[in-house]
């Protein structure tokens, strides 16, 4: 197996890792950053907040006055991994600053030759950068910038690691229509691409580069009453869908949230997901968070749990 099979076996893994198969370079980006939103079907532009702004939605990180880390973690099938960690700091609540990691890993997949004998063991990882800013501008709309840094690398017996890198931008808006209404638009991946180096067995190499199809997403957020948020995003990329979600505060402890996410894709009805967040001692410093999502491959849900401090 030569080192262009190598990344495209370990490409595609990756690629199945996120909440849908998708036929692009770091679709591991898809996954996305913490707990909340893959409970809510993904519906998250309009009400993404705190440490997971940077990913979302970066105009949400003027919209959350202190400080708060957040991390999430999640195992697939097949070996597969991913994780992220992000912060947020805005010391007086017009202007908020972040930083977010996301990771996706796979290893332990079977190396062979043409003939079928096993040669060793492969691994993949990949890793996002975010470094985000957001501000607002008057009561009611504030914006938001995010720069990405993306590196992979695949390591295969008797073979040259494969690397690649790259960066993109992200983009922000949000708008406050009274004190229960939220409209945003966010806009993924602009200028992004990915470039590769792939080592040949003849100890020469070749460079491809692998663009990023853009993302945009509109979304809008309601509460009906105190504690309850209903949302909707229509997003497109490499198709267009819909996503939805809701989220309910019961009480101190404890809040439930549900979703259907890619509605209209190719399982048009869309894929369920739910989710909770725990407050020991009912204090807002610290949750738990837990997420399940259908797997649109059939391999099984994805579980995700999560852990968010704020200080």
């Known amino acids: 197996m030569n080192a ?4 495209c076996l370990c490409a595609f893994l990756l690629i199945a ?3 849908r198969a998708a036929d692009f370079a770091a679709a591991f980006l898809q996954a996305g ?3 909340r939103a893959l409970g809510m079907g993904s519906a998250s532009s309009a009400v993404a907040s705190g440490p997971a702004a940077a990913y979302w939605n970066p105009a949400g990180l003027a919209r959350t006055e202190g400080k708060g880390l957040q ?3 999640q195992s697939l099938p097949l ?4 994780s992220s960690a992000s912060f947020a700091l805005n010391p007086r609540g017009d202007m908020g600053f972040g930083l977010a990691w996301l990771h996706a890993s796979v290893g332990d997949i079977d190396g062979r030759t043409a003939s079928g004998q096993r040669t060793g063991s492969i691994a993949d990882a990949a890793n996002a950068f975010l470094v985000s800013v957001g501000r607002t501008l008057g009561p009611a ?8 840094i993306f590196d992979q690398r695949i390591e295969a017996p008797f073979s040259a690691a494969s690397t690649a890198n790259g960066h993109g931008f992200d983009v922000g808006i949000r708008y406050e229509r009274g004190q229960r209404t939220t409209f945003a638009l966010a806009a993924r991946n602009l200028s992004a691409s990915l470039n590769w180096k792939v080592r040949l067995t003849n100890g020469q190499s070749s460079s491809t580069e692998d663009a990023l199809p853009r993302v945009l997403a509109l979304g809008a957020a309601h509460r009906p009453f105190d504690g309850a948020v209903l949302a909707v995003e229509l997003e497109h990329g490499d198709e267009t869908t819909a996503h939805m979600g809701a989220e309910w505060t019961l009480n101190p402890l404890l809040t439930l949230r549900g979703g259907l996410r890619h509605i209209g894709g190719e399982e048009r009805i869309g894929l369920l997901s739910a989710g909770l967040s725990l407050r020991p001692m009912r204090s807002q410093k610290l949750q738990f968070h837990y997420a399940y999502a259908a797997d649109p491959l059939d391999a099984g849900g994805r579980t995700t749990i999560g852990l968010e401090v704020a200080f």
């Open 141 to 148: 709309l504030s914006v938001g910038f995010s720069m990405k």
């Open 71 to 73: 991390t999430s973690m």
């Open 17 to 19: 890792a996120p909440l």
């Open 33 to 35: 950053i913490g707990t």
């Open 4 to 7: 262009l099979s190598l990344r």
């Open 79 to 82: 070996d597969r991994r991913i």
